[in-house]
């Protein structure tokens, strides 16, 4: 099993940056990557971003270039993913949500809200 615990939202003006952070626990070892998904009230979850167990990076042509994801060297029981959202427009608020793709399954976090607004 995998818990996974998403933190960092909040409510930031257009042009402002934010921090997430997606937390993975447990059997970390079966997980090959950890994903960035958001959801806009009324809309479909979509990805953001992705970054692979050997630190290959991917981002949704949306958020190219203000958005970084990355990771900090996991130990065997946990592993933290950052997602630096930079220039943030309102069209970026939603409900974040951390995936870790596993072997076998994957795992959701709960998420964490995110509101650009002036």
């Known amino acids: 099993q995998v818990q996974i615990a998403e933190s960092g939202g909040g409510l930031v003006q257009p042009g402002g940056s934010l921090r997430l952070s997606c937390a993975a626990s447990?059997?970390?070892?079966?997980?090959?990557?950890i994903h960035w998904y958001r959801q806009a009230p009324g809309k479909q979850r979509e990805f953001v971003a992705q970054i692979s167990r050997g630190g290959y990076t991917n981002y949704a042509d949306s958020v190219k270039g203000r958005f970084t994801i990355s990771r900090d060297n996991a130990n065997n029981a946990k592993s933290t993913v950052t997602l630096q959202m930079s220039s943030l427009k309102p069209e970026d608020t939603g409900a974040y949500y951390c995936?870790?793709?596993?072997?076998?399954?994957?795992?959701w976090g709960q998420g964490t809200q995110v509101t650009v607004s002036s």
């Open positions: 995936y870790a793709q596993g072997y076998a399954q994957g795992y």
């Open positions: 447990g059997s970390i070892f079966s997980i090959n990557a």
